[in-house]
């Protein structure tokens, strides 16, 4: 088995999000390397399906890419948070809608090399209409779409967000056992 041992670490940054920590290890042959790691509480990102078999996406603009994107209803947990919690306010939060079925469809990391970010990706169904809940600095359309149409997004490179991806291809998987 391969392994990295910590020597020592260092914070290098925190902010609201994220704190980054500048790491020397001993490698498995007994020399020494630096990683930087960037630590993060996690994420959720739930595929809410409606009676008609259409997914519950949200349209917002994303500052890093500089465009609006089409996304899976998805958020950060706080630290310690039961993720199922955080999927159910999440997408209430964002869509209006609660769910009397919500259940584990997989888990993701999402970048290996540099972050410790884990997203838990829910499926909700039997979906109950609530109220939309946005934080002050969040714009989101809420949009329908047959699983199918986002599936074939997906194929078509339409649908570039890798938890939205990640979700649909296995939810079309899962259902086409």
Do not use: W
């Not at 890419?65 to 964002?94: H, S, T, W």
């Not at 074939?152 to 086409?176: G, W």
């Amino acid at each position: 088995m391969h392994y990295e041992s910590t020597i020592c670490s260092r914070e290098v940054f925190r902010g609201k999000v994220f704190r980054v920590t500048e790491d020397q290890v001993l490698l498995e042959n007994n020399k020494e390397a630096t990683r930087e790691i960037v630590h993060h509480n996690g994420g959720v990102c739930v595929a809410a399906l409606d009676e008609q078999d259409r997914l519950l996406l949200v349209r917002q603009f994303r500052y890093a890419f500089g465009q609006e994107l089409l996304e899976l209803p998805a958020g950060k947990r706080e630290a310690g948070e039961d993720p199922a919690l955080c999927g159910r306010r999440e997408l209430e939060e964002e869509t209006g809608f609660q769910a009397g079925r919500f259940e584990l469809l997989s888990i993701m990391y999402p970048t290996v090399g540099y972050c410790n970010e884990i997203i838990h990706i829910y499926l909700a169904q039997d979906l109950i209409p609530s109220h939309q809940h946005l934080d002050e600095d969040e714009f989101i359309s809420v949009e329908r779409l047959p699983l199918e149409q986002a599936l074939q997004m997906v194929l078509q490179n339409e649908i570039p967000d890798a938890k939205t991806q990640l979700a649909i291809l296995k939810l079309h998987a899962l259902r086409s056992k």
